[in-house]
Nanobody
Framework: VQLQASGAGLVQAGGSLRLSCAAS????????MGWFRQAPGKEREFVAV????????FYSDSVKGRFTISRENAENTVYLQMNSLKPEDTAVYYC??????????????????WGQGTEVTVSS
C-alpha cells in the first residue's frame, strides 16, 4: 500500500486546513486509516482515525470538536478537516493505514503503512 498525503500549509491561529491522504495498491485489505502528528522534540501522537467497520471515527481529546476525519470511498482517500487551528497544532502530520481487523486505533504500532508526512504550521 502506498499513501500520498497532501495539504501542507501555513495558517494563522483560528484558521482552517484540509489534509488529504490517498491510498493505492492493496487497499482492499485496509481496515482503517488514521492521522498522527509529530511536533519537534515530541513523540508521534494519535490525532484521528476512520475505521471501515461501522464507519466510525475517533479523535484525540486535543482535537475533538475541531477536526473531522472523513472518507471518500471511491477514491480510497481520507480527509482531515482542521478548523479553529491553534499554534499547538503545529506538527508534521502523517496518515497511516491498518490492515488488522481489530487494530487499536490509538496505537501507532498497529498501523502497517505510513505516508511521507505533511507539514502544518499555525502562527499565533
Amino acid at each position: 500500500v502506498q499513501l500520498q498525503a497532501s495539504g501542507a500549509g501555513l495558517v494563522q491561529a483560528g484558521g482552517s486546513l484540509r489534509l488529504s491522504c490517498a491510498a493505492s495498491g492493496r487497499t482492499f485489505s485496509n481496515y482503517g486509516m488514521g492521522w498522527f502528528r509529530q511536533a519537534p522534540g515530541k513523540e508521534r501522537e494519535f490525532v484521528a482515525v476512520f475505521r471501515w467497520s461501522g464507519g466510525t471515527d475517533f479523535y484525540s481529546d486535543s482535537v475533538k470538536g475541531r477536526f473531522t476525519i472523513s472518507r471518500e470511498n471511491a477514491e480510497n482517500t481520507v480527509y482531515l478537516q482542521m478548523n479553529s487551528l491553534k499554534p499547538e497544532d503545529t506538527a508534521v502530520y502523517y496518515c497511516a493505514v491498518s490492515q488488522r481487523p481489530f487494530f487499536d486505533s490509538f496505537n501507532r504500532h498497529h498501523y502497517d503503512y505510513w505516508g511521507q508526512g505533511t507539514e502544518v504550521t499555525v502562527s499565533s
